[in-house]
C-alpha cells in the first residue's frame, strides 16, 4: 500500500520510519528557471500557472512537502524605479521597499525606519486581513504535507530594517528592537493561525539567527530578549495543534540547547558549510527533534550526478534510523544548481526505498 | 584625570566606547604622542582583540560594529596627523579595494570585511555590489591600492572572481596588486584553481591574510 507524502512526513516527525526518507523543500522551494527546466513544455504562465506548475514539479521530482503562506490582500505597490539599476521598485505590506536586480536576490531600497523613534512608531500590517485560501487549496487537492510558511523577529527584522542597523540597534536600542521583534511575532502568529484555520498540517519559522561561524549576536542578549519570545510563539503554534520546523542558516551548536527549550518541533537547513552535520546532531537530540536538511546547495551547483547520489545516498543511510529526518537541500534551490544534481538527489531518495 | 594610556584607548575600542575614545586620543596627543603611536599601540591592539574575539565566537557582530564605529571616529581624528608624519601617506598597512563582483548584489561579508580592514588601519575603498571587471580595474589603478578583496555568495557569481583576477593581470601597471577572495561558496581550493593570492575564510582573517602577503 502507498504511504502519501503527507503521512511519510508526519510519520517522521513523530520519528517513526517508514518506505522511505520524506524530501521536500521548505518555502516556494524552487526557482521558477529551476521548475521549467524540470517540467519543460508542461510550464504554464497563465493565472493558475503556480498551482498547475508546482504541482508537478513536486510529483516529477517525488516532493512530499508544499510551503504556502497566508497572502496579503494587497499587492506590492509600485512605487518607482531603482536609479542605477532601472528594475521597479515595490512597498511591500510590512512598509519597506525592495527591488530585484538583474542576477540577484531581492534588495532593500527603503527600509521601514531609519530611527529608533520612527521604528517605536512603525505598526505592521494587520494579519486579519490576510487569506489562507491558497494554502487550503494545497491542502484539499493535493497529498503534500502542507508546511505554512512565517517567519519571527530576527531574520524578517533585519530583511526589512536593514542588517547593519538592526545589529547596531540590538547593541543601541534593545527596548526598541524588544518591542519590534513582539510586533513581527505577534503578526506572525496570525499567519500561523491562518495557516492552521486552512488546513496546515505544520508551520516553519523561518528565522536566520547566525553565520557559518557562529551566532550573529550574543546568545545571552537572545536569551534575554528575544527567545522569550520565540518561546511563545511556538507555544502558540502547538495550541492551534501544529508541529513547528524552525528554520535557520549557520551554525547553531551554541543555540541548541535554547531552541530545544523554545520547544520546536523540527530544524531545517543544518548547513554543512556551518559545521551542522544530521548524523551527528542526531546522536545528541535525535530523540528530541527532526532534522531536515542538508544537502549542500554548492554540491548541487558545482557537483556532478555520481557525487550528489553518493552524499545523498550516505546521509539517507546515516540518518533515517528511528525517523526524525527528513532530507532537503540546504536551502532554497537556486537556478544555479544543475537539474541533473538535484534529479540524482532525489532519484537517490526512491532508490534507498526500503 | 587621571592620565591617558594606550591601554586606555585599546578598551575603548573593544567596548566601542565612542562617547569617549575621541576625548582619550586628544589627550594623548596633546601628552606629545604621535598619531602614529597611538594607531599602532592603542587603536590597532584594540582592533585585534576585537577581531580575535570575533573569530573565537567570545564578541558578536553589534559589539563589533560599535568598536568599529569607535575606532573610525578615532582614525578620522589622527588622519591628518598621520598623513603629516609621514611621507608615504597615511595609512599605516596600505590601500584596499573590496567590491562584490557582477551579478552579485550581497554585501553583508564585504562590509565585515571592510570594516575589519578599516580597524586593522588599512584604507578601503568600497567599490559596493555588482562591481565589473572593469570597474576594479580602474579602481586600482587610480587609487594604487596594493590589494583588491573579491567577495560572492552565489555559486552562480564567483566564477566572475576568475574574470577579474584575469582582468588584472592583463594590466602590466597592476602586476604589483594581490588578490584576495572570500564569501559563503569560495574555497581555499577554488582560490588556488583561480589564482588568487589569498583565501580568507571569514571577515576577521581577512586582516590576517593581507598582514600575511604584507609579509612577503
Given at each position: 500500500m502507498s504511504i502519501t507524502g503527507r503521512a511519510r512526513v508526519k510519520a517522521a516527525l513523530n520519528h517513526q520510519e517508514t518506505d522511505r526518507v520524506p524530501v521536500g523543500e521548505i518555502g516556494?522551494?524552487?526557482?521558477e528557471e529551476f521548475v521549467r527546466a524540470i517540467i519543460g513544455d508542461a510550464y504554464r504562465t497563465d493565472e493558475d500557472g503556480y498551482f498547475h506548475n508546482h504541482k508537478l514539479l513536486r510529483e516529477t521530482l517525488g516532493a512530499d512537502i508544499m510551503g504556502a503562506r497566508a497572502i496579503s490582500p494587497n499587492p506590492d505597490e509600485l512605487v518607482g524605479e531603482h536609479p542605477e539599476w532601472g528594475t521597479p521598485v515595490y512597498r511591500n505590506f510590512w512598509g519597506s521597499e525592495v527591488t530585484n536586480p538583474p542576477d540577484s536576490t531581492q534588495q532593500l531600497?527603503?527600509?521601514?525606519?531609519?530611527t529608533p523613534e520612527e521604528l517605536e512608531k512603525w505598526k505592521p500590517p494587520?494579519?486579519?486581513?490576510?487569506?489562507?485560501d491558497v494554502i487550503a487549496r494545497w491542502k484539499r487537492e493535493t497529498d503534500f504535507f502542507i508546511l505554512a510558511t512565517t517567519n519571527a523577529g530576527f531574520d524578517l527584522g533585519y530583511e526589512i530594517l536593514g542588517f547593519e542597523r538592526f545589529m547596531l540597534w540590538t547593541a543601541l536600542e534593545p527596548r526598541v528592537m524588544r518591542g519590534y521583534y513582539e510586533k513581527l511575532i505577534e503578526t506572525n502568529i496570525g499567519f500561523a493561525k491562518i495557516a492552521a484555520k486552512a488546513g496546515a498540517d505544520a508551520v516553519l519559522i523561518a528565522d536566520d539567527l547566525a553565520f557559518n561561524s557562529g551566532p550573529f549576536v550574543d546568545p545571552d542578549y537572545l536569551r534575554r530578549d528575544y527567545f522569550p519570545l520565540l518561546k511563545k510563539q511556538v507555544q502558540t503554534i502547538h495550541d492551534l495543534g501544529l508541529p513547528v520546523i524552525f528554520h535557520s542558516d549557520g551554525d547553531l551548536h551554541m543555540l541548541m540547547d535554547d531552541l530545544l527549550d523554545c520547544g520546536i518541533d523540527g530544524l531545517q537547513s543544518c548547513d554543512p558549510n556551518a559545521n551542522m552535520d544530521i548524523p551527528e546532531l542526531k546522536q545528541q537530540y535525535g530523540d528530541r527533534l527532526t532534522f531536515m536538511g542538508n544537502i549542500d546547495i554548492d554540491l548541487l551547483a558545482q557537483g556532478t550526478p555520481q557525487e550528489v547520489g553518493r552524499v545523498t545516498r550516505d546521509l539517507i543511510r546515516d540518518a533515517r534510523?528511528?525517523?526524525?529526518f527528513i532530507l532537503s537541500a540546504s536551502n532554497v534551490i537556486t537556478k544555479y544548481c544543475k537539474p541533473e544534481n538535484v534529479l540524482a538527489m532525489y532519484a537517490a531518495v526512491t532508490e534507498m526505498e526500503r | 584625570m587621571n592620565a591617558v594610556t594606550f591601554d586606555h584607548i585599546s578598551r575603548s575600542v573593544i567596548t566601542g566606547a565612542t562617547g569617549t575614545i575621541v576625548k582619550q586620543v586628544e589627550t594623548l596627543l596633546d601628552d606629545g604622542l604621535t598619531a602614529r603611536e597611538i594607531l599602532n599601540q592603542g587603536l590597532m591592539a584594540g582592533m585585534s582583540v576585537v577581531g580575535d574575539r570575533f573569530r573565537r565566537n567570545e564578541m558578536f557582530l553589534p559589539q563589533v560594529l560599535l568598536s568599529a564605529q569607535a575606532m573610525k571616529m578615532a582614525v578620522d581624528l589622527l588622519k591628518p596627523k598621520l598623513l603629516d608624519e609621514s611621507e608615504e601617506g597615511g595609512n599605516a598597512h596600505g590601500t584596499v579595494v573590496v567590491g562584490t563582483v557582477k551579478g552579485d548584489m550581497h554585501d553583508i561579508g564585504k562590509n565585515l570585511v571592510k570594516i575589519m580592514l578599516s580597524g586593522a588601519g588599512f584604507e578601503v575603498i568600497d567599490l559596493g555590489t555588482n562591481v565589473t571587471e572593469q570597474k576594479f580595474v580602474d579602481s586600482l589603478r587610480q587609487s594604487g591600492a596594493q590589494y583588491v578583496g573579491l567577495s560572492a555568495l552565489l555559486s552562480s557569481t564567483m566564477k566572475h572572481m576568475k574574470a577579474v583576477i584575469e582582468a588584472i593581470r592583463r594590466e602590466p601597471d597592476l602586476d604589483h596588486v594581490r588578490v584576495i577572495i572570500g564569501g559563503a561558496p569560495v574555497s581555499r581550493e577554488f582560490a588556488d584553481t583561480i589564482g588568487a593570492d589569498g583565501y580568507a575564510p571569514n571577515a576577521a582573517s581577512a586582516v590576517d591574510v593581507i598582514k600575511g602577503l604584507e609579509a612577503d
Open positions: 516556494g522551494g524552487y526557482v531600497v527603503k527600509p521601514i525606519a531609519e494587520d494579519w486579519g486581513q490576510f487569506s489562507g534510523a528511528g525517523g526524525g | -
